[in-house]
């Protein structure tokens, strides 16, 4: 039988040992707060100096069914004292709160790994919701080969919060504070910064409350579950030793742990301070790109004004406005709200205005998968609108990479005076990671003209370096004007049927795009410059492959690997780097559609590895299929260690 | 009177102008040319600051041919352009020209959520009761019954109607006008101007091509007096050529009186300021065959505006938080420090 009980006096206490990295998943009901408790757990790692990487999954429903396998969420931490691009495939530690949350997320969980159960959930009920039957997973073979761990966290939370009084909804609430606690006894943490941050939470929630004694209660009712997790597991000696995670070695500087959507929102924050000019962010709720909306809404004290609008086409059309006013216009949404603005993104293509659409990919089509992650509204963003219409497209990688891609789009749309599609999706959106703030020196330049000589002022004569029109705005003396939809002329910008003036506006229009190639930066290679393998990928599938490439590589494979995050136009030397490798694999989270590009840009014979599950990329995934391109087996190639090994089991023992 | 900084062809672009010859829509540009004068003159306002947003159709062509900033944007979506650029530049004074399609069909959405923001905005829709530009389909004004290239029999549908839609979605002033009575409609334009919030205005306006004459039945000299009812706030609504009759409301029930018989003094003057919307409505619902079809300013109250409350916030906020720049809000909060 794989579940153990603890027996005290058989063991010995070791040292703690110590690991490079571990992968932990909280998992519950939605409503069991472990949204809460894997951030918590995410920035005291962050504070104590690894590297961190994260992976949150939720249902689409808000009350699924309490106890079901629809209303499982997960958070998945994996923090280290080496590098990291990914939150990881394959868990060392999964914590499931309730059955449904053990079978939901089992099979990520390789064997040998250890689970932390709550007990108490595992009554008939819990089990019958979870579509377990008849027969308990505990003790019908499911969890052999496991290290399993049950343990009453709801009673024992109970227990400990009793002394306060609470109703039983309040005080079992408490119990993800005592997985906290549990956890930071095994990875040898003190629980002083824990307990800060239960804290600081507490604080905010009253300062903007009626009723801050209730809040007090909540704050202690915490802080005694996780000190009671803690001290449950010094006490009890379930497990065995600790286990002990290193500081990474992050370059110098000041931190802090951002998603992609906060990471967006700061990008473009600051793109409006670096430019000197407000942001108006307008948008029409949708998930995954929310939380944008969230965030810019508290920076009113920064100037910044966001508009919740009627839809996505209003959203866009008042960003369009801003953006005609000489502001910075911004309108975010996902796949179902873009194929909305598609038809104003034509009108800021013909008006020739710095527009920037942010697109947070979700599984489609339509509604789709809401919650999860994809890569398939690439050809839209290219393509998805009437006529000739190019725009800029861009990608950040990972989560902290949104903040340099954001102001990137601001930097690029300004210049060339167009609308710039930043591709984000729910992987980075959602994922967290440290990121390291950078001083205003290494921020870019955004400088804006506004012309104001009215002699010889055209509204389309372009900057003959960047093809750019002048941003006339209103409100400048003599230099009214009239811009829109129709076609116009060439320098005058008068409205013009003219077919061949048609033409040569066309081409412009392509032509000052394409001449952007210029002004990105090279893909930079990860690997040998030449050899038998490239992986090219784009967004945030980048963590897996580069985790993927670099394995191989330890196996002595000619393999590197490049990553697009400006796609439209591409960088320069793309072409160089496709021509050196024999051959040319592109994972992508969709039917291929990047690899249809550069085969029809580049004339090469790129393989595909398509995954469209709304799942994220894994590495094992991608080296795979590197092991199997280059015809190399793998055999002999120590199975993916399990970090949990230095825990000894009691059966074993 | 000072001599006005500007004279109406300050207003008038170079560019021509391309209607169809008798179009109402000539009328409507020859009266905001003529008013914009005095609109710059009473609100010191610089003509660089104004700015006309106009969708998509006959009438939303209008920009091309005002000498001002102009946006000729895409079908329905001018009131939301309009929102975000007045939104960030609360400095310029902008006008809104929309159609009964261009705004009561594919952008109605727009409209109505304008509106109930009450946005800055001074909104301009030329009801033709039919769709011009694209050359004679019904349009959701056109009249139960009208036959049209789309409708050959006549259509089915229930018509919507400009001014009650813009009282039900709480705008803070609505008026309604026609193309050909010039003095009113420049009568009506000058309040608008003045108006802080959204300010609507339906014109009527004869498109003499694919619904010729849908106004006459109340709008030619001959019929005005006695078909009108020229709505003025603190004043009973009286008409007729001889201002013999009047209409009122007893129980919110439309009746009209003949003054030889009911005593004038028993009447209630019309208060545009009113809070409650419903007289306005009763008012935007009357049958036209039966009754006289008001005119004129119907509503007019005073609510912040939305970059007024938007700023407030901002304010607030600033206050309230320190005015911070970027880099001092990203090294507050939960921070860590890892040393070279
Ligand atoms: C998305 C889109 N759909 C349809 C059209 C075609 N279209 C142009 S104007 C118009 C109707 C215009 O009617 P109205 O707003 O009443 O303006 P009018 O021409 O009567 O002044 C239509 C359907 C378009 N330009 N764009
Ligand atoms: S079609 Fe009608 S509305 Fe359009 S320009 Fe001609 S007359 Fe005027
Ligand atoms: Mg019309």
Redesign the pocket.
């Known amino acids: 039988m794989a579940i153990m009980d603890a027996r005290p006096g058989e063991i010995t206490i070791k040292e703690p040992e110590v690991q490079e990295s571990v992968i932990i998943r909280f998992a519950g009901d939605s409503g069991d707060g472990i949204q809460l408790t894997g951030s918590l757990f995410t920035h005291d790692s962050a504070a104590l100096g690894h590297d961190i990487s994260t992976l949150t999954d939720f249902p689409a429903e808000i009350r699924a069914p309490v106890g079901t396998r629809a209303g499982v969420s997960s958070f998945q931490l994996n923090f280290s004292s080496g590098e990291i691009h990914t939150p990881g495939d394959r868990l060392d530690v999964l914590v499931a709160l309730n059955p449904a949350a053990l079978a939901v997320n089992l099979n990520d969980l390789p064997p040998g790994g250890i689970i932390i159960l709550n007990e108490d959930a595992f009554n008939k009920t819990g089990l019958k919701k979870a579509k377990y039957g008849a027969s308990d997973p505990r003790d019908d073979g499911t969890l052999a080969g496991y290290q399993v761990y049950p343990i009453p966290i709801t009673s024992l939370t109970l227990a400990a919060v009793e002394p306060l009084g609470l109703g039983k909804k309040h005080a079992s609430r408490c119990k993800n504070m005592f997985t906290v606690g549990l956890i930071a006894w095994i990875y040898d943490r003190p629980i002083d910064g824990l307990l800060r941050q239960v804290d600081m939470l507490f604080d905010k929630k009253k300062r903007r409350t009626t009723t801050p004694e209730k809040y007090e209660i909540f704050t202690e009712a915490n802080r005694l579950a996780l000190r009671a997790g803690y001290n449950y597991a010094d006490t009890i000696e379930m497990f065995i030793s600790k286990c002990r995670v290193g500081k990474a070695n992050l370059p110098a500087g000041t931190y802090r742990r951002v998603t992609g959507n906060e990471a967006t929102a700061l990008g473009f924050l600051a793109a409006s301070t670096i430019s000197g000019l407000e942001l108006l962010y307008a948008s029409y709720p949708i998930t995954p790109a929310s939380e944008i909306l969230h965030e810019l809404s508290k920076f009113r004290h920064l100037g910044v004004r966001t508009v919740q609008a009627e839809d996505e086409i209003a959203a866009v059309g008042m960003a369009i406005g801003a953006a005609y006013g000489g502001k910075l216009g911004l309108t975010g949404t996902s796949g179902p709200g873009v194929a909305l603005k598609s ?1 104003a993104i034509g009108l800021a293509v013909m008006a020739e205005l710095p527009l920037v659409i942010v697109n947070v990919q979700r599984g489609g089509p339509s509604t789709g998968l809401p919650t999860k992650t994809e890569q398939a509204d690439l050809l839209q963003a290219m393509y998805g609108r009437n006529g000739e219409c190019p725009v800029v497209v861009i990608a950040p990688q990972s989560p902290a990479d949104c903040f340099g891609m954001a102001l990137e789009a601001y930097r690029l749309a300004i210049k060339y005076m167009t609308p710039v599609f930043l591709l984000s999706d729910g992987y980075i959106a959602n994922g967290s990671e440290p990121w390291r703030i950078p001083d205003n020196s290494e921020l870019p330049d955004i400088s804006v003209s506004f012309p104001d000589d009215p002699e010889e002022f055209q509204p389309y004569a372009r900057n003959p370096d960047t093809l750019a029109r002048p941003w006339a705005i209103p409100g400048t003396p003599g230099l009214e004007h009239c811009i829109g939809g129709i076609e116009k002329e060439d320098i005058a910008g008068k409205v013009s049927y003219d077919s061949a003036n048609h033409e040569r506006m066309i081409h412009l229009r392509d032509e000052k795009i394409q001449k952007i190639a210029n002004d990105v930066p090279n893909i930079e290679l990860f690997g040998p410059k030449s050899g038998d393998l490239l992986v090219l990928g784009w967004g945030g599938t980048y963590g897996a492959i580069r985790h993927a490439v670099q394995n191989a590589q330890k196996h002595g494979l000619s393999v590197a690997s490049a990553h697009i995050r400006y796609l439209n136009p591409l960088p320069t030397n793309l072409g160089d780097i496709l021509r050196d490798f024999k051959q040319v694999l592109m994972p992508e989270l969709n039917s291929g559609q990047l690899r249809m590009l550069i085969r029809a840009e580049y004339l090469v014979d790129a393989v595909g590895l398509e995954k469209i599950s709304g799942q994220p990329l894994q590495t094992n995934e991608v080296e795979n299929r590197i092991y199997k391109m280059l015809g190399f087996s793998p055999a002999g190639k120590p199975e993916p260690t399990i970090t949990a090994n230095n825990l000894t089991s009691i059966q074993e023992a | 009177m000072p001599e006005q900084k500007y004279s109406r062809k300050d207003f008038a672009s170079d560019r021509e102008v391309r209607w169809c010859p008798g179009c109402g ?1 000539y009328a409507i540009l020859t009266q905001v040319q003529k008013v914009m004068p005095q609109i710059c003159d009473e609100l010191q306002l610089a003509r660089e600051k104004i700015t006309f947003v106009s ?6 062509r209008f920009p091309y041919y005002m000498n001002t900033y102009g946006f000729h944007t ?3 979506r001018a009131p939301a352009i309009a929102t975000g650029l007045q939104v960030s530049r609360p400095d310029l004074q902008i006008w809104v020209v ?6 009561l ?2 952008g109605t959405n727009h409209l109505v959520h304008c509106l109930r923001r009450n946005v800055d905005l001074k909104i301009l829709l ?3 009761r ?5 050359k004679g ?1 019904y ?1 959701p004004t056109s009249r139960q019954g009208k036959r049209t290239k789309s409708s050959p029999m006549g259509t089915i549908e229930q018509p919507i109607n400009p001014i009650s839609v813009a009282v039900a979605s709480e705008a803070t002033f609505v008026a309604r006008t026609v193309a050909t009575d010039t003095a009113h409609l420049q009568e009506v334009l000058l309040r608008a101007a003045h108006h802080r919030g959204t300010a609507f205005v339906e014109i009527m ?1 004869n ?1 003499n091509v694919f619904n010729d004459g849908a106004f006459d039945s109340f709008s030619t000299r001959a019929v005005r007096a006695d078909r009108s009812l020229y709505i003025r706030h603190g004043q009973p609504m009286i008409f007729g050529k001889n201002n013999d009759r009047a209409l009122r409301m007893p129980s919110g029930n439309p009746e009209i009186v003949d003054l030889a018989k009911f005593p004038k003094n028993k009447l209630r003057p019309y208060d545009e300021t009113s809070e409650r919307s419903s007289t306005a409505n009763v008012l935007a619902h009357l049958n036209e065959d039966q009754f006289p079809v008001p005119l004129g300013v119907l509503r007019c109250i005073k609510k912040p505006t939305y970059s007024e409350l938007l700023d407030d916030q901002i304010q607030t906020a600033e206050k309230r938080r320190g005015k911070k720049d970027f880099m001092t809000h990203v090294h507050s909060g939960e921070i860590w420090t890892i040393d070279g």
Do not use: A, P, R, V
């Open positions: 038809e | 829509d969708g998509i159709g006959c009438s939303s895409i079908h329905g929309t159609g009964d399609g261009d705004g069909s594919i030329f009801n033709n039919i769709y011009g530009l694209t389909q349009s306006q498109c």
